[in-house]
């Protein structure tokens, strides 16, 4: 493999890592924001919830400039403004102010969202193996680290510009450092005419059971960031401080699974790993229900970790490998299906909660891990088989390099 392959590798896995640590310290921190602004519990979903549906915004808008620009140019100025924005929901001290930061950020993370799968996607393509979920773990990696900080934050009860300043100061340069080696697909390759209905746009309805898949995933993945402590303390009895403990362990036990997935797609091909993430997730889900305790409810939450891991990196790689010719426009569509998982997830969950029992809850984002089943044949190798001895020998055909700004 070229070394500008390689580099280009490296330089994306750095912008994964960089995103998920942004993300962890802003949601980890929204209580410290709540308090700075003085937003109330009534307008503060408001807040949470322009966010993703601002980044779904900025995911549609990606999939038109990247018909003028290529997606490393756009996630080269993507990032520092994720950064910068970050840094000015710690600096404001108006709510019109917070507004405008979080508006930012929601724009530009739908945006670096969509152009870093994207980058992913046409490296996997050369590549001719699975990488997608070794990017997926390093942002895995990266919420770990941030969330982190945000505790040392919180822990020494740092103002949110002193926590943010420092991680802004160190992220930003690197990452436009980075961004140089950035590598872009090179000419779309044929498009699979039963695929596309023979043209060489994106189809919805060949991408919608990866978007239903993706949604899936979302909500099971809301659900546990933000009801595990919860269901921990008030429905299983747990101390406040082992509370904490549920997320903590479902990241670590995401990096782990993301880590050797990539393996396991090359091995045993993305339609039993996908199979196997939806089965083990469903226990998961079926363990925390049933948790006579608050102990066996963390095994529950470390079997979901290991099954969710899979799904969103496969669905994006499974989108490129559909639309080969189209696998950015395909990317970007598909991206905006983790905003809307992320949206419904979590009220979802609560309302059922409130109106039922949090345990039947947990059974309903079960169900919905499972119908992946129904679609995991729509993760089977297009052009491409990885895995297994059925690696494509491939001249990599890089395409352009990211010189320009």
Not at 7 to 24: C, D, I, K
Request: charged share 10%; hydrophobic share 55%.
């Amino acid at each position: 493999m070229t070394d500008v392959l390689r580099r280009g590798r490296a330089s994306l896995a750095f912008s994964f890592f960089a995103q998920g640590v942004a993300f962890a310290l802003l949601v980890t921190r929204i209580p410290a924001i709540q308090d700075r602004y003085g937003i109330s519990d009534a307008l503060l979903p408001a807040f949470l919830a322009a966010v993703p549906i601002l980044a779904g915004v900025g995911s549609v808008t990606t999939e038109k400039v990247v018909k003028r620009i290529p997606p490393s140019r756009l996630l080269r100025w993507a990032q520092p403004v994720v950064l910068l924005a970050l840094l000015g929901v710690g600096a404001g001290d108006a709510m019109v102010e917070l507004a405008i930061a979080l508006a930012a950020f929601g724009l530009a993370v739908g945006a670096l969202d969509a152009s870093m799968n994207m980058l992913g996607v046409s490296l996997q393509r050369a590549y001719g193996r699975s990488i997608m979920l070794s990017f997926h773990a390093v942002f895995s990696l990266g919420g770990i680290v941030g969330a982190s900080l945000a505790w040392v934050g919180a822990h020494w009860d740092l103002a949110l510009f002193v926590s943010y300043l420092p991680v802004v100061v160190v992220l930003l340069p690197a990452a436009f450092v980075g961004s140089r080696w950035y590598v872009d697909s090179g000419e779309p390759e044929p498009v699979d005419a039963q695929a596309d209905g023979g043209g060489s746009g994106v189809v919805f309805k060949a991408l919608l059971p990866l978007c239903l898949v993706m949604t899936f995933a979302y909500i099971g993945d809301s659900t546990v960031s933000n009801w595990s402590a919860k269901y921990l303390q008030d429905v299983l009895g747990s101390s406040e401080q082992l509370a904490t403990v549920p997320y903590n362990v479902y990241m670590v036990t995401t990096l782990i699974g993301r880590g050797l997935g990539d393996f396991g797609v090359r091995r045993f091909g993305a339609v039993t790993v996908v199979r196997a993430g939806a089965v083990v997730a469903a226990i998961g889900f079926a363990v925390v229900a049933s948790a006579p305790g608050a102990w066996v409810g963390m095994l529950g939450f470390t079997l979901l970790g290991l099954g969710l891991c899979v799904l969103v990196p496969q669905t994006f790689a499974a989108a490129g490998r559909l639309f080969p010719g189209a696998s950015d426009a395909a990317v970007a569509r598909l991206n905006v299906f983790n905003y809307v998982g992320f949206l419904i997830g979590s009220p979802l969950v609560g309302a059922l909660g409130d109106a039922w029992s949090y345990r039947g809850a947990m059974l309903v984002p079960m169900v919905l891990v499972l119908v992946t089943l129904v679609y995991a044949r729509s993760f089977a190798a297009q052009p491409d088989r990885y895995g297994g001895g059925h690696e494509r020998p491939r001249t990599a055909d890089v395409g352009r390099g990211s010189n320009g700004l």
